[in-house]
């Protein structure tokens, strides 16, 4: 499945970035971590959306 591929890698680029630009300047890293944890935060979510749409096909299933 490519989103489970594909989601965390930009949280993981965003977090990298981030952790460069602590010393030189703080306001961005603060700005990079977040949007870092918004994008691992919507990848939790699609997973669960998914695997909540799995197991209602699973139970719905005659």
């Known amino acids: 499945m490519c989103m489970g591929n ?36 919507i990848h939790l979510a699609l997973v669960g959306v998914l695997a909540a749409f799995i197991a209602t096909l699973i139970i719905v299933d005659p």
Do not use: F, K, M
Request: with cysteine.
């Open 6 to 41: 594909i989601t965390p890698i930009i949280g993981t680029v965003l977090s990298g970035i981030a952790l460069s630009e602590r010393s030189r300047d703080p306001e961005r890293h603060n700005q990079l971590r977040r949007y870092a944890w918004i994008s691992n935060c």
